[in-house]
């Protein structure tokens, strides 16, 4: 994760409730990603961004939303529509879209 | 559909062996293929990653080998570790695609 910072390390939601997931990066990178991580299973992707200002749905985007104010940041809501957002969420930056994707240490996001 | 698969959920294997993780893969437009390794409670870590041009590719302990024929995807890890125990997942990506798919994962289980 190095230079790749996700806060809270927990969060919890209360019915009703948006919450934002904080991903911060230092290393300079234009492509940035949120996944979905539920028990035992693989990763889903939710947003990703190519570059500031510009963002993409992924296979699950329905009830998040995301902005790329700046190159270093991209925070993602987890919105009220989201009926089932229990889960461990990942971001990963790149260098560019092409590039290797890199993970921060992760949000686990329980419902109260 | 078009998907990256693991054929063993779990491995056990003993402190010193040689482990060796598959994946296999439906796509054959993928060009790039990763292995992440991701410990209980943190973020995906990169291992080694391979292009389709290549069959095999080595790293310090680890090897990757692609089949491209029979598309299929090997992580091959030598001297076995305490420290190896995790969660491996394989990943690929589309040639000029902008996201990658991750497979479901393997658990490396390491005995003493």
């Known amino acids: 994760d190095g230079g790749i910072t996700q806060s809270p390390k927990y969060l919890f939601r209360k019915e009703g409730q948006n919450v934002t997931l904080s991903c911060e990066q230092n290393l300079n990178h234009d492509a940035m990603y949120w996944y979905r991580q539920d028990p035992g299973q693989g990763l889903r992707l939710i947003y990703y961004?190519?570059?500031?200002?510009?963002?993409q749905k992924g296979d699950i985007a329905e009830g998040y939303s995301v902005s790329r104010e700046k190159k270093e940041s991209f925070p993602l809501t987890v919105t009220s529509a989201q009926k089932n957002p229990t889960a461990f969420y990942l971001c990963?930056?790149?260098?560019?879209?092409?590039?290797?994707?890199?993970f921060g240490p992760g949000t686990r996001l329980l419902v109260l | 559909g078009e998907s990256v698969g693991l054929h063993l959920p779990t491995l056990s294997v003993q402190e010193g062996d040689n482990s060796i993780i598959n994946c296999a893969y439906s796509?054959?437009?993928?060009?790039?293929f990763i292995w992440y390794k991701q410990e209980s409670g943190k973020g995906p870590q990169f291992i080694i990653d391979?292009?389709?041009?290549?069959d095999k590719r080595q790293g310090q302990r680890v090897t990757v080998l692609l089949n491209k024929t029979v598309k299929h995807l090997s992580l091959q890890i030598a001297a076995t570790q305490p420290g190896d125990s995790a969660v491996y997942f394989c990943a690929e990506k589309k040639a000029a695609g902008n996201k990658l798919t991750f497979g479901g994962g393997t658990r490396v289980l390491v005995k003493p």
């Open positions: 391979i292009r389709s041009n290549m």
């Open positions: 961004s190519q570059i500031v200002n510009d963002f």
């Open positions: 796509n054959s437009a993928s060009d790039y």
């Open positions: 990963a930056t790149a260098g560019t879209v092409q590039e290797t994707q890199y």
